[in-house]
């Protein structure tokens, strides 16, 4: 059973930064992806950020250029440093991963992180 563990959310201004980090409980070369997600009220849960073991990346056209997704496989951790915040980046931000099993894919989700954009 794989944890995740979101933290570095918080209050932001408009054009602030904030970094985002995911803890896993084991090696996350083990997975071929991690990501992040992240949902807003009455809103889908959407991806933002995703990063492959070989480095590629995939952004959520809203965010290119403002997010970067990295990670410290070391440290078993995930990154997503977010500049130049939006009102409209204000939502639950979740880790996930996921394994392939005999029933199919199964996601892997943190506690999720609340970052608001607010002046």
């Known amino acids: 059973q794989v944890q995740l563990v979101e933290s570095g959310g918080g209050l932001v201004q408009p054009g602030g930064s904030l970094r985002l980090s995911c803890v896993a409980s084991?090696?996350?070369?083990?997975?071929?992806?991690m990501g992040w997600y992240r949902q807003a009220p009455g809103k889908q849960r959407e991806l933002v950020a995703r990063i492959s073991n070989g480095g590629s990346t995939n952004y959520l056209d809203s965010v290119k250029g403002r997010f970067t997704i990295s990670r410290d496989n070391a440290k078993n951790t995930v990154y997503l440093q977010m500049n130049s915040l939006k009102f409209e980046d204000t939502a639950v931000y979740y880790c996930?991963?996921?394994?392939?099993?005999?029933?199919?894919?199964?996601?892997?989700w943190g506690q999720g992180t609340q970052v608001t954009v607010s002046s």
């Open positions: 996930n991963t996921y394994t392939w099993g005999t029933s199919g894919r199964r996601d892997y």
């Open positions: 084991e090696s996350i070369f083990s997975f071929n992806y």
